[in-house]
């Protein structure tokens, strides 16, 4: 599988940006796929998850962005998307996504070696 993530750029504090990550190779519909943000100098965090149609297509937020962003699935394009409003300046970083074949949303679903496949990451810059 091969994850093409896309969207980042610079927005104002309040702003909003959608991200995407585009999987070739495979249907993204059998993996839990999750958003990783990596700021300068800071470990990789997890962000999202949104698990496959077999897990029952649930989502998951950390607490920092719940209310503010929304994980979405669209099979038709085979993409998943993140949905950034009322961005904070503390969103700044590079984001991930990644695939984990499992296809579950669960307490691992935040440890990066949890995932088989990963994107390149997208740059969102939140400044005024």
């Known amino acids: 599988v091969q994850l093409q993530a896309s969207g980042g750029g610079l927005v104002q504090p309040g702003g909003s940006l959608r991200l995407s990550c585009t999987a070739s190779?495979?249907?993204?519909?059998?993996?839990?796929i999750s958003w990783f943000r990596q700021a300068p100098g800071k470990e990789r965090d997890w962000v999202s998850c949104?698990?496959?149609?077999?897990?029952?297509?649930?989502?998951h937020y950390t607490d920092s962005v719940k209310g503010r962003f929304a994980i979405s699935r669209d099979n038709a394009k085979n993409t998943v998307y993140l949905q950034m409003n009322s961005l904070k300046v503390e969103d700044t970083a590079i984001y991930y996504c990644?695939?984990?074949?499992?296809?579950?949303?669960?307490?691992?679903?935040?440890?990066?070696?949890?995932?088989?496949?990963w994107g390149q990451g997208t740059q969102v810059t939140v400044s005024s």
């Open positions: 949104f698990s496959s149609s077999a897990d029952g297509t649930s989502t």
């Open positions: 990644a695939a984990d074949h499992r296809g579950h949303c669960t307490y691992y679903s935040a440890t990066p070696q949890t995932y088989d496949y």
């Open positions: 190779g495979s249907t993204l519909d059998h993996y839990a």
